[in-house]
């Protein structure tokens, strides 16, 4: 369903542009984005793709001009996206200019006076901020087209990244991973067409800028099948979000690897389904 109805106007007039989009019940709504259509698994919070406390975690199908782009698991608590959920086929080079937009239909939409952000980041959290940006988790650098690339630039897609961190370490890590995608990942029943199921999250910290969670890492993993080796394959990367005086470079670890890292966030967590063994 279109997101801008009750709540536009007063996001228009404050000057905070909205996105189309759907929040939703499951992940079933969009689950072309998930791995053999399959959303992670992460006990207490998203489990059978439904989220498990409705009140906190939401689901997001992502849409812009018509089409879903991608998904997002949204805590409405930290106010910061757990992931978004996106397929890599390709990618353009133009960075969109658009404005930052927020999502409608996390905000009270049951007539009660509330400030634009209640459940959300809005753009003045982000004022005046010195070391903290927007980090992107499905980066605009990832969008196979303009369109693609102007439906990142949602609040409900960023979370408060260390400016060195996303300009540094961070970026050079997602450049390296799309150069591997581009250049072995592809279609199992198509080789000409490239694709690569990714996911990208951040673990809510123990700081806050203004009422926003600051992520204590980043990380990110991929789903392809790799096209020279003829078999499904797995990356994954993750970093303390943290201010670094020059890139670092983030080691590749396996897929399991890192969901015994994110164990110590949340009991467990499952985010491909089989991708790399038993398929």
């Known amino acids: 369903m279109k997101m801008c109805l ?9 000057g905070f542009p909205c996105i189309m989009t759907s929040v939703v019940d499951s992940f079933s709504t969009c689950k072309s984005f998930f791995f053999k259509e399959q959303p992670p698994v992460i006990t207490g919070v998203l489990e059978n793709s439904v989220s498990k406390d409705n009140n906190r975690y939401k689901l997001i199908c992502q849409k812009h001009e018509d089409d879903f782009r991608f998904a997002t698991l949204f805590d409405t608590i930290a106010k910061i996206p757990l992931f978004s959920a996106y397929k890599y086929t390709g990618n353009q080079e ?15 939409l049951d007539g009660t006076m509330s400030e634009p952000g209640t459940n959300q980041a809005s753009q003045e959290d982000y004022w005046d901020e010195k070391t903290l940006e927007r980090g992107h988790l499905f980066p605009n650098g990832h969008a196979p087209d303009e369109i693609t690339a102007e439906s990142t630039f949602t609040l409900t897609n960023a979370v408060p990244q260390m400016i060195t961190f996303n300009k540094g370490s961070w970026r050079a890590m997602e450049q390296n991973v799309r150069n591997y995608m581009h250049s072995n990942c592809r279609d199992e029943n198509n080789a000409n067409n490239t694709l690569a199921y990714v996911l990208t999250g951040a673990v ?3 700081r806050k800028m203004k009422r926003v969670n600051i992520p204590s890492h980043m990380w990110t993993v991929f789903c392809c099948y790799n096209v020279n080796s003829k078999e499904w394959v797995s990356q994954a990367h993750w970093a303390e979000n943290k201010d670094e005086k020059k890139a670092n470079p983030i080691a590749t670890k396996t897929l399991q690897q890192l969901e015994e890292f994110l164990e110590i966030k949340f009991k467990q967590s499952s985010l491909f389904s089989g991708c790399g063994f038993n398929h």
Do not use: A, C, D, Y
């Open 6 to 14: 009750l709540f536009t106007s007063v996001l228009l007039v404050l």
């Open 204 to 206: 809510p910290g123990n």
């Open 94 to 108: 133009n960075k969109p200019h658009i404005r930052w937009m927020m999502e409608p239909q996390l905000e009270p």
